[in-house]
């Protein structure tokens, strides 16, 4: 899976997250990048979570922590 997001400058730089049904990653990247105006990529392994990707029945992507902001995702590609 891939997807782009870019955050914003008042963001607080809290850990980025996607959750494939019950299955979480964090962002492996720069965790201040939720606090930068500029797209950034983010490649996930699908197969490396462990989970029946036959049966996905939810995505998550989140912000872990009590901060606040504004993120934008973009671009979420499953292959």
Do not use: C, P
Not at 8 to 30: E, I, S
Not at 54 to 70: D, N, P, R
Request: proline share 0%; aromatic share 10%.
């Amino acid at each position: 899976m891939t997807l782009y997001f870019q955050g914003g400058t008042d963001n607080d730089d809290d850990q980025l997250y996607a959750k494939v049904n019950d299955v979480r990653v964090l962002y492996d990247g720069d965790a201040s990048a939720v606090t930068e105006a500029q797209w950034h990529r983010w490649d996930i392994d699908l197969a490396s979570l462990g989970t029946d990707l036959t049966q996905v029945a939810a995505l998550t992507i989140g912000i872990e922590g009590s901060g606040s902001g504004l993120i934008y995702i973009d671009d979420v590609r499953l292959y």
